[in-house]
């Protein structure tokens, strides 16, 4: 599975499971955040990667977050 | 049409590569696989010519292509051509450096090898019509070659459809409407469900055929991956920060984060300042090592790949991830987590 910012590329290119990031220079970060609330950011992130690893797909997809806008 | 046709020193039945040192040299025959080729070629085009050299002596010595080509010249040739090559680095290259001296020279010229020889990229608006990956493809490759040929010789571009596997140059030209008015035709085309009708077609890219769920993520050993240029501090195996030509593969045992002393980003595409600042917002190490610790996860690959994925090319790419693939397979590695930048 990928984690990435660019999304639509990631689509266009056909990876099967996408979970989108926050920043092109930081894929598992964010450096607008504490240390703490960062750690807790990357956690989710890769929570949200195993979540995908175990979901079956049958073309590009999008896994987003509940707390994201 | 007067053909010369460009082999190396094996497939000039000179020998092996302990004849790769063999000097350029022209035959007013065809040899090798120029033969079956004049067959397909019929009697509108002649190979009058054969011209060779040793795959180290080309590499060596560039001038090698030009002083062939002169010679061709000599013998009236109308059309230059090379290969197959299939994937040989230098025979590639070769074949590169002699459809390149042809154009200069004013003749049209064509090679075939595969997209992803290194030859590819040393060619610029000469055409490549692919052949497959070894000798063994011979026959389908020439077949696709001769077909080439015959076009280039009409004077027609080769597209992709005819198996150009490098980008057709663009030219200007004057057409027959307006922009205005074919942007409207385009316009009615798409709203006629004519998805596909544009005049500048971007570049495609494979299906990728998605795999099966993993049951259960506490079973399975799980990679981490990335494209992010992320090395060891100092760049040990010095991998480029563009147009990677390799991936590289480092130990992460003994590592529970990826401390700022320890691992670096060298990717030339975005500012590292972030990344170097906490490597682990480009892999996510400490994050892995703590799933692993509490079981969320079977366990963590014992080493990271990563590559730096700016610039580089769709076939290099594409040979990464094939290696890649099979290396985790290799190591049952059930599950890989790729962070891109």
């Given at each position: ?7 639509s ?7 099967p499971?996408?979970v989108p990031?926050?920043g092109?220079?930081y ?16 956690r989710?992130l ?19 977050g509940?707390?994201?806008? | 049409?007067?053909?010369?046709h460009?082999?190396n ?7 092996g590569?302990?004849?790769?040192g ?8 065809t ?20 011209i060779f ?11 090698f292509?030009?002083d ?17 090559a299939?994937?040989s ?7 590169a450096r ?32 692919a ?10 490759s ?20 005819d ?47 998605p ?14 991956l ?34 700022a002393e ?14 170097n ?23 963590l ?11 580089t ?29």
């Amino acid at each position: 599975m990928l984690l990435c910012n660019l999304v639509s590329i990631a689509k266009r290119v056909g990876a099967p499971r996408i979970v989108p990031t926050r920043g092109i220079p930081y894929p598992t970060g964010d450096p607008d955040l504490g240390p703490d609330q960062e750690h807790a950011w990357r956690r989710e992130l890769l929570e949200r990667a195993l979540h995908a690893l175990s979901t079956p797909v049958t073309e590009p997809t999008v896994f987003e977050g509940e707390r994201e806008g | 049409m007067r053909i010369a046709h460009y082999v190396n020193q094996f497939f000039a039945g000179v020998g092996g590569e302990e004849e790769a040192g063999t000097r350029p040299e022209l035959r007013r025959e065809t040899v090798g696989p120029g033969k079956r080729l004049q067959a397909l070629l019929g009697e509108e085009h002649e190979i009058v010519a054969t011209i060779f050299c040793g795959d180290d002596h080309a590499a060596g010595h560039p001038e090698f292509a030009a002083d062939l080509v002169a010679r061709a010249q000599d013998e009236g040739v109308e059309l230059v051509i090379a290969g197959p090559a299939f994937t040989s680095g230098r025979y590639g290259l070769a074949c590169a450096r002699v459809v390149t001296a042809a154009a200069e020279a004013g003749l049209p010229a064509l090679a075939a090898m595969h997209g992803d020889n290194p030859g590819v990229g040393e060619i610029e608006g000469i055409p490549v019509v692919a052949s497959g990956e070894t000798a063994r493809t011979m026959r389908d490759s020439l077949d696709r070659f001769a077909e080439a040929v015959k076009k280039v010789a009409g004077g027609e571009e080769l597209t992709p459809e005819d198996g150009r596997v490098n980008p057709v140059p663009r030219r200007n030209r004057v057409a027959d409407h307006s922009a205005a008015q074919r942007a409207v035709a385009l316009l009615l085309a798409r709203l006629g469900g004519d998805e596909e009708a544009t005049e500048i077609p971007l570049p495609r890219f494979d299906q990728v055929e998605p795999a099966a769920p993993v049951d259960d993520p506490e079973q399975i050993v799980v990679a981490l991956l990335t494209e992010g240029g992320f090395v060891p501090v100092g760049n040990p195996d010095r991998l480029e920060s563009s147009r990677a030509s390799k991936w590289v593969r480092y130990s992460l045992e003994g590592h529970d984060s990826a401390a700022a002393e320890e691992f670096e980003s060298v990717h030339g595409g975005f500012s590292t300042q972030w990344a170097n600042e906490d490597p682990n917002r480009i892999l996510p190490l400490d994050v892995a090592r703590e799933l692993e610790s509490e079981g969320a996860i079977g366990g963590l690959h014992n080493e990271y790949f990563t590559t730096t994925g700016n610039g580089t090319t769709v076939a290099d790419a594409r040979r990464f991830g094939v290696e890649w693939g099979a290396d985790l397979h290799q190591a049952s590695v059930q599950a890989a987590i790729l962070t891109a930048t």
